[in-house]
């Protein structure tokens, strides 16, 4: 089967309006005890966060805005949507009108195909991405927009054990052509999953990220010790640090800047990091960046290659071409 090359363009987000520092968080000294830790920011990582009054939908709408206006598309040539959040609306009868408020909002009115992704948690977005890819490589779909919004309801639980929560979205287009700037060739994703983990709270296993990396690195070629940023969801600093170092992984890959920065922006986390590695100029012509997250039971990653420039043809190898978007799901078991 021949597959087509996969781009993913334009990494944009958008936060809460309402920046606040950690110690503005809801019975702060309640909660900490509650978990049994101390009260150490700088260990945790715990500095700002951001808070919305806006909807979910608007958030989506927000960003996935700033994503097409980057890649500069005609609204009409996006035949697909992959819309991900923690929170659809409860009743059935409630989706159509969630959907709809983000096609409107972003005026898709010829996107034939939209799919909800809400099961994967905090790995959603990364998920999405995945089958974004798959579509597209496989010529189902031309332009496919992917984007996350969340929002915490419950001011009392935005401060859990293993991070801070942010509101926000973020977003990207993924698609056969190469639409705008801030491109990236899309080598290969995988994930990885422990059925007897899944569910089990706070239990992250570096297994998972192994095995994700040995997918990575059968489809492509390419051994996760040539990734130049790695790019995680923004967990507290040592739960990320321990668990990528465990998985092979170096300091100088880890990139953690925007953990105290941002907090963590639920599924957002990568593609946020991503829009401002690129934004920094971190992000070098042909280097290579690995998308991660991680919760409880599953692992996923999207391995990309910086495209050098606007026109500029992206250094795919054979190997990359004819093995990517292969053999990409694995279960573990202990």
Known sequence: MNLSPVFLTAPRYVLGEIEEPYTAVEGLAARVAHFAIPMAPATWGWGSFFRTERTPAELA???GEA????????RDS?????????????????HAGFVGAVLDGL???????TCGMTLNRCNNLLAALHLARCLVAAGGHRRVLVVTADRIA????????????SDGAASCLVSADEPGPDTFAVLASASAQDPAVLGVRDQIDARLAIAVNEELERATGIPH???AALLPANLVRPLI?????????????????????LGHCFAADPVINLADLVASGEAEPDGLCLLASSVPGVRHGVLLRKVPGPGATPRVTSKETDRMNTGTATEVRP
Do not use: H, Y
């Not at 419950?154 to 929560?165: G, H, I, P, T």
């Open 78 to 94: 996006v035949d697909g949507l992959i819309l991900c959040t923690n929170s659809f609306p409860r009743s059935v009868d409630d």
């Open 225 to 227: 010790e040539k990734v």
């Open 154 to 165: 419950d001011e009392s639980v935005r401060l859990e054990k293993f991070a801070l929560f």
């Open 107 to 113: 005026g898709l009115r010829k996107t034939a195909f």
């Open 61 to 63: 709408v927000a960003s």
């Open 67 to 74: 994503t097409l206006a980057a890649a500069g598309v005609e």
């Open 241 to 261: 640090t321990m668990k990528e170092r465990q998985a092979g992984f170096t300091a100088a890959q880890l990139r953690m800047g925007n953990v105290e920065r």
